[in-house]
């Protein structure tokens, strides 16, 4: 599915086989999950990928060939840092999700939305054995990213999870699990997802702007909704963070100083680090993480990114070629 121009829809195309380069391997795809990251590209909020372009970088493949890393049939991930220079001040300073020269699968280089693809296969992770193809292809960002969003909340007791998406159903388990009290934030009045939240652990769920009804230690705000970083503000208390983990929001209306005074700590989260990967990959089946999913046939990748615009999935939509 090829991306020609922002604000138009995927097109359906029959393209050449991709051939692997020294380094990189050759993989059928097995099952690409759809990130919000994705909805941006086609919506032109991020403005400069590659075009014409295959997107998706939450991709679970089965090693054809190529590279050395991987034996034939192995099952690996392939996620959004794609390739980092590795002697930038970034780099050196294990800091590689800031890389100056980062490429990124699915925006500068050729995804998962598709049936073959290829990959630098030092960027690509084992697959852990307890998830299935379609299960797995969420991890590889809503999970990944979002494990890299809780580790920066810090060591917060009770967390705000604003967005209950593909991202936060993830780490919602996670934060669960390691003891912490989870307060998902919603769109007014959205009871299935609020449900979908406590079913998953979360101590409390309603309206995002609005706020729970005590304060909160750190808010992780997923949605791309500038307004929450004020409310989510007013909903930690004195030294707590609010911690933005998407790749783009729309515009932070102005606020009073006195909302971000008392140590109050605003920060986003770009990309992720191998490192984050091996971490988070380990630590998901031992959770154990249950990735909900909806899956949609390759050639209807616009009707699933049409159901994650509208806010319409529960849990994360996964394409299968
Ligand atoms: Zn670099
Ligand atoms: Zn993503």
New binding site residues.
Partial sequence: MVLDAAREPLRLAELPDPAPEPGQVLLRVLACGV?R?DLHIVDGDLTEPKLPLVPG??IVGEVLRGGSRFEPGARVGVP?LGWTCGECRYCLAERENLCDRARFTGYDLDGGYAELVVADERFCFRVPDAYADEQAAPLL?AGL?GYRSLRLAGDAESIGLYGFGASAHIVCQVAVAQGRRVFAGTRVGDDETQEFARSLGAVWAGDALAGPPEELDAVIVFAPVGDLVPAALRHVRKGGAVVCAGIHMSDIPSFPYELLWGERVIRSVANLTRADGGEFLALAPTVPVRTEVETFPLEQANEALDRLRAGALRGAAVLVP
Avoid: E, G, L, V
């Fill in positions: 990130c990251t970088h939450q959004w960002c990213i």
